[in-house]
């Protein structure tokens, strides 16, 4: 049973450049949330995925995006990238949205912005 | 509302208790959570309870919830080198459809020889 895997680890972005980050759920996960962590805080939930259609969004504006693949697999976009979306950005998968048992979350793609 | 806070930092010397504290808001909170982030890495699940009950033990691992007071805390016995890391307490919160974790900023454990 494979974890979850997210990519790139690092990534350095110039202000008002696009990113994509992508995640592998672990498998038989059909859910997977996306989170952003600031340095020294705890991470803030972004948004959820289930079955390929957002099921539930933070408070992050609309230029930041996502997407669901039939395989579970997801992706985070964020737009117009400025300085403050630096961040260490987490993904976790989960059986179902109503999960018990918390999330398996990856290690993260920590993201700079310049 | 949704807020989750805990105290910022915690030293222990190694072979003694660590308690980690922690207060949420949120009452209507089913299942409530303790992670751990080592240096570099991502969330490490340690221990859930769910909110009917009071205590769970889990190895070296105690969790206490107090619903009343809203209060829940991690005690860790026997605290070795390995436990230092950053421990987040989280509560699940039903927004819609969506499950998500709302987490706190995180107690940062250092242990002394």
């Known amino acids: 049973e494979t974890g979850v895997t997210q990519s790139p680890t690092h990534l350095i972005k110039t202000r008002g450049q696009q990113v994509t980050l992508r995640c592998s759920s672990q498998?038989?996960?059909?859910?997977v949330s996306w989170y952003q962590q600031a340095l020294g805080q705890g991470p803030q939930f972004i948004f959820q995925y289930y079955r390929e259609e957002e099921n539930g969004r933070g408070n992050f504006p609309p230029r930041f995006s996502g997407l669901q693949f039939p395989n579970y697999s997801s992706e985070l976009n964020v737009n117009a990238l400025e300085l403050d979306d630096s961040a260490l950005y987490l993904c976790?998968?989960?059986?179902?949205?109503?999960?018990?048992?918390?999330?398996?979350f990856g290690s993260g793609t920590r993201l700079t912005v310049v | 509302g949704e807020d989750v806070e805990q105290s910022l930092f915690l030293s222990v010397r190694e072979g003694d208790s660590s308690v980690i504290n922690c207060t949420y808001t949120?009452?209507?909170?089913?299942?409530l959570y303790w992670y751990k982030q080592e240096p570099g890495a991502g969330l490490q699940l340690l221990t859930y309870?769910?909110?009917?009950?009071d205590m769970k033990q889990d190895q070296r691992l105690t969790v206490l919830l107090n619903k009343k007071d809203k209060h829940l805390s991690l005690r860790i016995a026997d605290t070795q080198t390995g436990d230092s890391a950053i421990y987040f307490c989280a509560e699940k919160n039903r927004d819609s459809s969506a499950s998500k974790i709302i987490f706190g900023s995180g107690t940062r454990l250092s242990i002394r020889p």
């Open positions: 976790a998968s989960s059986w179902e949205t109503g999960t018990n048992y918390g999330y398996t």
């Open positions: 949120d009452s209507s909170s089913t299942y």
């Open positions: 498998s038989g996960h059909n859910t």
């Open positions: 309870i769910f909110s009917n009950m």
